[in-house]
């Protein structure tokens, strides 16, 4: 397939470029780089069958050619990113996701969109199926990306209903590994860059919220699946096993060999209190579960902050 990635230098991004590439398809990568890197695709430059465009997805898109697919994961991810790109992130999910189902109408390709578990919120059922409308504050500061992503949801689902538009949803929960930005301001990679620096792991709130964390080639695969399935969604891809943002600091001061101390800070504004995929679905339909457990992807993607 001639496929193309929005958000292709990005941390996840990069990754699918590379994974696809890998089983014959060509990709187009497309990227606006405000938190996405080059470095993140350099490797790939050269190939033939890989072509970089720098891109703001939401403003025009032009790919010329064929288009077999879109993968659409151009958006700022983290909350220290989509805090402080308010706007471009709320552009990006509404402007950039019509642009994007526009391109795949005109193209007849099939578009697959990055949603997130954000669409949760600060969930009431646990754990979070795919049926499960969530609890979101609209007008909070987190509302950015969480509403961002839940239009972008049900832009795409019009599309599918409307204009017929071959569409698939992934629910995307925690993902770590390589190419992790370090200041991203992402749990894993703040508590991997503190202790291997030996500065205070920063826990925010009393530590005993949730998380669940997914290793990236687990996600990419399940992401590949989804693609190549005949799932609308939204479908969770995510690991889950259910850890505290306690264990995940012990954790990760064992897999470094660090010294460092835990610092408490106050708990950020709509920070949910627990989060933890049923995957069951993805199962059933994509024959897929994760196989790297956390101590293993920890000790990776530590040796790769490391170097």
Known sequence: MRVVVTGGAGFLGSHLCESLLARGDQVVALDNLVTGS??????LFGREDFVFQR???????HVPGAVDAILHFASPASPKDYLELPIQTLKVGSLGTHNLLGMAREKGARLLLASTSEVYGDPEIHPQVESYWGHVNPVGPRGVYDEAKRFA???????????GVDVRIVRIFNTYGPRMRPNDGRVVSNFLVQAIEGKPITIYGDGNQTRSFCYVDDEVRGILALLDG????????????????????????????????LVFEPLPVDDPTQRRPDITLARDVLGWEPVVQLREGLTRTAAWFAR
């Open 55 to 61: 891109q703001d997805v939401s403003n025009h898109v």
């Open 153 to 163: 949801e049900a832009l795409t689902m019009a599309y599918h209903r409307y204009h």
């Open 230 to 261: 005949a799932t609308v969604g939204p479908v969770n891809i995510g690991n889950p096993n259910e850890f505290t943002i306690r264990e995940l600091a012990d954790l990760v001061i064992e897999v470094t060999g660090s010294a460092s101390e």
């Open 38 to 43: 080059m470095a993140n695709i350099e490797h």
